[in-house]
DNA sequence: GTCGATTGCGCAATAT
DNA sequence: GATATTGCGCAATCGA
């Protein structure tokens, strides 16, 4: 967690003084630092594949006044972006954070369903064993009726009626 | 989507040779650029608010060759940083992502779950029908024992009750 | 073609 | 002390 001693930038602030810094730059321990946005063409032929026109500042005009950067419309558009960037990764992290909670609920549930199919089956097997009891004693009942070891009846040829199927889906 | 064009920088390249480079900038379009860490200190000794004095590299002195960041090891350092992070930000993302599905797998079960709830909740609704006209049969056999409609032995209307299916697996 | 939304990346502060 | 996280700004790209 944590939360980061962030310090607000002050956009344009140093923008309209600063020139030109070379590297160097003391790094004073108590105090934040500012990232100005040098910008520096990189490895501009570089192996791969995308090859580039290197191009390196080239000697052709700018438009505006002293360079892209250092115009307010340039200021204007990077402190909106910010602000969008911001609002995004906002918006990501919640996403992610709610996708975490449904994942908890859902969890939930599931055991809830869970708990219920037991109960269910349960139920269900009570219910068969009382069938099959009913089952036996009527057989008894028919079976014996005055005589002690007649057995005439037996009807029922239910030879493996009751089977349950435990068979397995998936 | 998308993904971007990205360059691969040579960390320690334009270092050693970079020296000032002003705004300007020129934006190649399948150029990519490389920010070039310049530092700037921001609202120094601040206290809260909105800082005014400026007071830009601080003429106290500097430990190392020329300034921290055109030493070799803060370069070292910072290439370390720049991996791991992008190794965290991989992990949160593969995070996210499995975190997603699980949602869709729990989704999955659940929906597979409450099928078989109501599966079972059929078979159990059966299985009561059954007890309920068993017991109807009995009463009238108790009810009338000597009457013309007697019938000792239609016990095994035992049509296709039976079958439950238990699976439990998983 | 402008403008917001995403995304990858580097930096620096902070956490572990 | 080194790595891992996190917030943030920049730039490129996508999409409306």
């Known amino acids: 967690m944590s939360e980061g001693s962030q310090q607000k930038i002050n956009t344009e602030q140093n923008r309209g003084t600063v020139s030109v810094i070379q590297s160097q730059a003391s790094a004073p321990p ?3 630092l ?8 990189v490895t501009p032929a570089g192996g791969g594949g995308g090859g580039g026109s290197s ?6 005009k700018m ?5 892209d950067k250092d115009s307010d419309e340039y200021r204007q558009r990077r402190e909106r972006n910010n602000l969008a960037v911001k ?3 906002m918006r990501s992290k919640q996403k992610a954070q709610d996708t975490q909670q449904r994942v908890n ?13 037991k109960l269910l089956s349960k139920e269900l ?3 068969k064993d009382l069938f099959l009891e009913h089952a036996h004693n009527l057989a008894d009942n028919v079976q014996a009726p005055g005589v002690e070891g007649a057995s005439p009846a037996h009807n029922n040829n239910n030879n493996g009626a009751c089977n349950n199927n435990n068979n397995s889906s998936q």
Do not use: D, H
């Not at 500012?34 to 063409?41: F, G, K, R, S, Y």
């Not at 191009?55 to 052709?60: E, I, S, W």
């Not at 438009?63 to 360079?67: D, I, N």
């Not at 609920?105 to 199919?117: F, G, Q, V, Y």
């Open 105 to 117: 609920e859902l969890k939930e549930e599931n055991e809830r369903l869970e708990a219920k199919i």
């Open 125 to 127: 097997s009570v219910l």
């Open 55 to 60: 191009k390196a500042t080239p000697p052709g």
């Open 63 to 67: 438009k505006k006044t002293s360079g």
């Open 87 to 89: 609002k995004s990764r």
């Open 30 to 32: 108590g105090g934040s």
């Open 34 to 41: 500012q990232q100005v946005p040098q910008l520096v063409p």
